[in-house]
Nanobody, 127 residues
Framework: VQLQASGGGLVQAGGSLRLSCAVF????????MGWFRQTPGKEREFVAV????????YITNSLKGRFTISRDNAKNTVYLQMNSLQPEDTAVYYC?????????????????????WGQGTLVTVSS
């Protein structure tokens, strides 16, 4: 399964970016799609997740109010809208898909919950 993350780039502090994660196999189904980010020397950290079947979604507490996650089933794509970006948001952002069946969307916050990963897209926020 190929996940293609895109939309990263260079933006000034206070700006916005929208990342996309496209699933190229139309027959692929999954239970949740998540976004993670990683900076050099640090562990990959959870950002957001959205349930495929319904609307439940979860943003990590520190990013609520600035980041939102959404999906377009017709395009087989999940988005991460990032507003009011700050230099500390600079990272490589990864999307990932999970086939695990958790009752709560919050439960999809560990790296080990995801079987499929995109290649990452770099977001750089300048001060």
């Amino acid at each position: 399964v190929q996940l293609q993350a895109s939309g990263g780039g260079l933006v000034q502090a206070g700006g916005s970016l929208r990342l996309s994660c496209a699933v190229f196999e139309r027959t692929f189904t999954y239970n949740a799609m998540g976004w993670f980010r990683q900076t050099p020397g640090k562990e990959r950290e959870f950002v957001a997740v959205i349930n495929w079947r319904g609307s439940p979604r979860y943003i990590t507490n520190s990013l609520k109010g600035r980041f939102t996650i959404s999906r377009d089933n017709a395009k087989n794509t999940v988005y991460l809208q990032m507003n009011s970006l700050q230099p500390e948001d600079t990272a490589v952002y990864y999307c990932a898909a999970s086939n695990r069946d958790y009752s709560a969307v919050y439960d999809y916050h560990n790296i080990g919950d995801y079987e499929y990963w995109g290649q990452g897209t770099l977001v750089t926020v300048s001060s």
